[in-house]
Structure formats: C-alpha cells, structure tokens
C-alpha cells in the first residue's frame, strides 16, 4: 500500500468553548490572531458552509436511495467532497509560511476528478435550451443551493488571492480551481438526479414574469 498524502488529524477537542473569540478575533492554523472579519477567515467560513449544505444534501439523496439504487453513487461522491472540502479549508485556514508538507489540501487530482464526474454524468443529460430553475425535487433543490454557496466560496477565494498577492500564495490556485470545478459538477449533478429519477426540469421562461402575463389581479 502506498503512503497516505496527507497527515491524519492531530487534535484532541476536549472544551467547545474558550471565550478566547469574545473580543471579535480567531486565531489561524498557525495561532496567529486575526479579526473575525478578516478575508481568510470569511473564505474558509465560505467553505465550512458550502461542506454544511452538501452534507444535507447527501442525506436528501441517501433517503432517496433504497427506492432509487441509481443515486448511491452520488452519496459517495457529496461524502468525499466533504472531505476535500475540509481539506481546503486546512490550506485557506493557514498561513503560506505556517503550510507543512504533508498537510491536508486541494490538489490537481481533486480536480481531475471533478472533471471526470462531470463528463461521465453530463453525457447522459438532454441539452439544454434554457437555464434551469431550482426546484425540480427536493433534492435538485439542495444541490442547486450548495452551488449557489460554492460561487460564494470561490469569490471569497479570489477576493482573498487579490488583497494578499504581496503576500506569497496566499490561495494555492488549484483551490480556486477546484471550487470552480466543483460549482459545474453541482449544476450538473442536480440536472443528473433529476434525469435519473424522471422528473422534468423546470426550465426558465421569460414571459412566465406578472409582465409577461398581461393581467394584473387585484
């Protein structure tokens, strides 16, 4: 067997609270105390809830899978994004200079993987003449969400590289593009269980606005 990547965790959470964050900072991997506020701190936060909504997500589609066997595969694959995701937020919650070797992070091959999924499952989808509204089930909702919160991640990302780029790598680049990537394959994963579970999309439609109606009712 070859040797794992990354290190195992090394902690031992014995108290939840510390009241250490009551004067509005956090400290960093590294112990360093910043404002709570700060951009490190609200682009790993990104993260964090992005891992938050695609964990609810997986439970949506574990309950859907006895009925429809089909979406197993998908659970396992929202489980291992949890874990990249919790990845990522190690390298962003760190420092450049406080970054080990072995550290848990995002690499080329989370992102390749991505790529793949997102071919494989794209290929079984009708094409698209309009953008999709969320809402076709349940679960296409709570994928579609966890896309909406991944753009907002991969935003504070970018937003983070462009205020620290004197800084070093302050954002490792296959961070941004694997947030990049994951946001495609949520958008696609959401058309694909709606494929997979033969519920219609429900697609955009301009006039379906009041304007386009023609009546106002009282």
Not at 26 to 34: D, I
Not at 51 to 76: I, K
Not at 93 to 111: G, K, S
């Amino acid at each position: 067997m070859s040797e794992q990547p990354f290190d195992d965790p090394r902690l031992a959470i014995n108290r939840v609270y510390t009241r250490r964050g009551d004067s509005g900072e956090t400290a960093l991997a590294g112990g360093q105390r910043v404002a709570k506020d700060d951009a490190r701190i609200a682009a790993y936060g990104a993260v964090d809830e992005l891992n938050s909504f695609v964990g609810a997500a997986r439970v949506t589609a574990n309950e859907l899978v006895p009925n429809m066997p089909l979406l197993g595969p998908l659970v396992a694959i929202l489980l291992r994004v949890q874990h990249e995701l919790f990845n990522l937020g190690s390298i962003l919650a760190t420092l450049p200079e406080d970054v080990h070797p072995r550290q848990a992070r995002i690499t080329e091959t989370e992102v390749a993987q991505l790529e793949a999924e997102i071919d494989r499952m794209n290929r079984e989808l009708p094409l698209l003449r309009s953008f999709v509204l969320a809402g076709s089930s349940r679960l296409n909702a709570d994928l579609d969400i966890c896309r909406t919160v991944c753009r907002r991640a991969e935003r504070a990302c970018v937003e983070l590289a462009r205020r620290e780029k004197n800084a070093g790598s302050a954002v490792p680049p296959e961070t941004v593009r694997y947030l990049n990537r994951l946001s495609d394959a949520l958008f696609v994963w959401s058309r694909w269980v709606s494929h997979v579970t033969g519920t219609s999309e429900t697609l955009w439609e301009p006039n379906r606005a009041a304007s386009g109606q023609g009546v106002v009712e009282p």
